[in-house]
């Protein structure tokens, strides 16, 4: 809450504009994806260098040439989303859950992304959004997931993954994304605003070929095991 608050009070100026602007893009009936992404990019690069957070990014080239993809990392607090905007060279939506659907500014970036709230409790409705992801990534959408289901709160450890975050990238036979997120806890959920870096990897992809035999839970435990690997060699 601290850093939340230097951010807004270093771009004071620029709050306002930036509110409205995320707000008009998400209300646009010519929906422009890249577009959207670029300006929601510059934003979150201006509101990380006024909140003191440093992004390193390591395996960029390891996303996919071709969009129709999806991010799996680790999930360490409200600060994730916001290292994947800073570093991801290309545009892509999220899977958030609903609590979150209120919270200012993230509510205008997401309608802006026409990212996907999910409703955990709702098992209908979860395999509905389930449905939709599928469908969209195999119309060449990317999309963001965090397999733990919420928070770990427990710094760089990892929750267990849930195999049913996985069933979209099953039916869409897209490649799956593993991405271990370091320190990405400290920016909000700590009370400093001392000067932080937050490392993002993106691991190599996971090709339908390589997983089209296994369970869901197996593809979980193997994406798990893989970012817990990049979290070890990275931190």
Same mark, same amino acid.
Request: a positive charge; glycine letters at 4%.
């Given at each position: ?15 306002? +504009? ?7 893009l /998400? ?23 006024? /909140?003191? !957070?440093?992004?390193?990014? +390591? ?6 040439? $071709? ?23 290309v ?7 609903? $609590? !979150? ?53 427990? /710094? ?7 195999? /049913? ?10 490649p ?8 990405? +806890? ?8 001392? &000067? ?7 691991l190599? &992809?996971?090709?339908? $070929? ?10 979980a ?6 970012? $817990? ?7």
């Amino acid at each position: 809450m601290y850093r939340i608050i230097l951010m807004v009070v270093r771009l004071f100026y620029k709050v306002p +504009y930036y509110l409205i602007r995320i707000w008009w893009l /998400g209300t646009r009936k010519n929906f422009d994806l890249e577009k959207n992404y670029a300006f929601i990019k510059k934003v979150t690069k201006a509101a990380n260098r006024a /909140g003191r !957070v440093t992004v390193e990014s +390591y395996g960029v080239e390891n996303i996919p040439k $071709e969009n129709g993809f999806i991010f799996f990392p680790n999930h360490q607090g409200m600060f994730d989303a916001l290292v994947f905007l800073e570093s991801c060279p290309v545009p892509f939506s999220v899977v958030y859950k609903k $609590e !979150v659907s209120n919270v200012i500014l993230l509510k205008q970036v997401f309608k802006a992304l026409h990212a996907i709230a999910i409703d955990r409790e709702d098992i209908k409705q979860s395999l509905r959004v389930i449905n939709q992801m599928t469908v969209e990534v195999k119309q060449g959408r990317n999309f963001l997931i965090f397999p733990e289901g919420t928070r770990s709160r427990m /710094g760089n450890q990892l929750l267990p993954f849930k195999g /049913g975050t996985f069933k979209s990238a099953v039916r869409a036979k897209c490649p799956i994304v593993p991405c271990a997120l370091i320190d990405s +806890y400290k920016p909000f959920d700590e009370k400093s605003i001392a &000067p932080v870096t937050v490392k993002l990897i993106y691991l190599p &992809p996971i090709c339908y $070929e390589e997983y089209k035999q296994m369970k869901t839970p197996e593809i979980a435990d193997l994406v798990k095991m893989r970012i $817990e690997e990049a979290i070890r060699q990275y931190s």
